[in-house]
């Protein structure tokens, strides 16, 4: 079996997201890379229902090399992430704080420094229809410059990591941030961190962690 390790390990994060309430039913999707092949969650599938033999394979074009089940349906969207990143894993969830962000706002306003282990100021990719190449390119552009994550525009959220745990901890880290500006809110008019506040926290050596190669 092609990937025998990582198609376990989607299976084992597929679960944690289950239980994190991250993703509800079939919502939500997750690969894995290494080289010039990439095994993912199955179209319509429960992530928690996963078994080894379900997540397909794939090359970079997309095209099925092993494994019965069709690939998710958003799968343009990670092969262009994966273009562009050189992540090894990502996390696509549809987690409620950052749907609430992704529907009402172009940006998630950095009113904590935790914005920093995502790269930066965690940008809105604008709207297209789910599953379709427009979606792919437009996410693409919210993930350039070193991103660990970005919303999507009346969807949800996706984070890329150094591994498939470090992507999920990125997307948990995103939905707890988008969790805080909405509660924040609620009470009162939210204080962004200002572009020197931040460097300032940034020259304490928080950042991401490291993509391989970097
Ligand atoms: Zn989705």
Redo the contacts with the bound molecule.
Sequence with gaps: MLLADERRELCRIGRRMVETGVVLGA???ISVRRGDLVAISPAGMRLEQMTPEDPPVIDLTGAVVEGTREPSS?TPMHLAIYEETRAPAIV?T?STHGAVIAATMTELPPIHYYTLLLGGVVRVAEYAT?GTPELAVNVRKAMAGGMRAAL?AN??GVAIGADLEDAFENALILEWLCGVYVRARSIGEPRALTDEQLRRAAERGLRPKPLPQE
Aim: glycine share 20%.
């Design positions: 919502a939500g999707n958003e696509h549809h789910y999507m969807h949800g």
